[in-house]
């Protein structure tokens, strides 16, 4: 009677012992960097748009009906929500992308054409 074995298969011996171990597959920061992360990624993406688009609605408030004090209030609140959100965004997103963003958003770049 013979059993079926089921696990992995004996490491096979190289001309300096045994064969290495196989590399995990890329995953982590790595593999989301590079394509990977799915809806991670989306959302880090998400809320750096988002960043931008409460800075835009600054440009709004003073057209807004609302009192001195509530237009203070309402500019307090689009300013630290854009800022919570970028941060967040950059840091689901990571170090690498966000550096490359803001060499790709400099006006210096653009202005000596090489943007």
Request: charged share 15%; net charge positive; with cysteine.
């Amino acid at each position: 009677m013979t059993t079926a074995w089921s696990g992995p298969p004996p490491a096979e011996d190289g001309p300096c012992g045994p064969s290495a171990a196989p590399s995990p597959p890329e995953g982590g920061l790595i593999g989301f960097l590079r394509g990977g992360g799915g809806w991670r990624r989306s959302l880090g993406f998400g809320l750096v748009l988002l960043s931008f688009i409460l800075y835009g609605c600054l440009l709004l408030v003073p057209s807004a009906p609302l009192s001195t004090s509530g237009k203070v209030a309402l500019s307090s609140l689009l300013v630290i929500s854009g800022e919570a959100s970028f941060w967040v965004g950059g840091f689901i997103l990571g170090r690498e992308v966000v550096a490359r963003w803001r060499g790709r958003l400099d006006p210096r770049r653009w202005i000596r054409g090489r943007g």
